[in-house]
Nanobody
């Protein structure tokens, strides 16, 4: 089993920044893809982006392009999501995920995810 523990969520004013972290532990496997999804109340879970073991990232969701940045530290089995210029519509539960493996592989949909984090709430006030 793989456990994913997220941190960094919270309440922030519009225009502010947060950095989410997600660390994998347990039966971790080499060269896996990691990424982030989010789900707002009453909406479907959407992918934000993912990143390969080699650091290649998937295209960002249009709604966060230019404001969010994904990165990872393989030595720490950790993926990060830097979120800048936050908007009230970014309010959601943010989920970390692991899916697939391969040096340059990154997942692009929920169906490709093998493990999920428990989620962390991000609330952006106007």
């Amino acid at each position: 089993q793989v456990q994913l523990v997220e941190s960094g969520g919270g309440l922030v004013q519009a225009g502010g920044s947060l950095r989410l972290s997600c660390t994998a532990s347990g039966r971790t496997f080499a060269r896996y893809s990691m990424g982030w999804f989010r789900q707002a109340p009453g909406k479907e879970r959407e992918i934000i982006t993912a990143i390969s073991y080699s650091g290649r990232n998937a295209p960002y969701a249009d709604s966060v392009k230019g404001r969010f940045t994904i990165s990872r530290d393989n030595a720490k089995n950790t993926v990060y999501l830097q979120m800048n210029s936050l908007k009230p519509e970014d309010t959601a539960v943010y989920y970390c995920a692991i899916g697939g493996s391969g040096r340059d592989y990154y997942f692009s949909a929920a169906a490709e995810v093998d493990y999920w984090g428990q989620g962390t709430q991000v609330t952006v006030s106007s």
